[in-house]
């Protein structure tokens, strides 16, 4: 059973860090890709990042870029997503998943490439 599985939210001010972790198994998490997304209240889910299975191509969204890093460790079958100098308007429920691709080349796809998802993780800043 495939399963991704977000960690590490909650509340935070602004000017904070946080640190989201997503455990995956039931599949090779080596041979993919890895997108983290964020869904405001009220708007769509967006890109946030996204980091190839092992080349470590990385993208980032213009809105957190300079201040959010991605990465991976394929031997722990797990990815992370390190949020520094956070916002209010990062404040949102935050999602991993994984498309049908390996390599990140431009931009992280569209949401139908991404066949798992994990449950997601609540990112809120506010002092």
């Known amino acids: 059973q495939v399963q991704l599985v977000e960690s590490g939210g909650g509340l935070v001010q602004p000017g904070g860090s946080l640190r989201l972790s997503c455990a995956a198994s039931g599949f090779t998490f080596g041979y993919y890709a890895i997108g983290w997304f964020r869904q405001a209240p009220g708007k769509g889910r967006e890109v946030v990042s996204c980091i190839s299975s092992s080349d470590g191509n990385t993208y980032y969204a213009d809105s957190v870029e300079g201040r959010f890093t991605i990465s991976r460790d394929n031997s722990k079958n797990a990815a992370y997503l390190q949020m520094n100098d956070l916002k209010p308007e990062d404040t949102g429920v935050y999602y991993c998943?994984?498309?049908?691709?390996?390599?990140?080349?431009?931009?992280?796809?569209?949401?139908?490439?991404?066949?798992?998802w994990g449950q997601g993780a609540q990112v809120t800043v506010s002092s």
């Open positions: 998943a994984a498309p049908g691709w390996s390599t990140v080349v431009v931009g992280c796809g569209e949401l139908p490439e991404y066949r798992y």
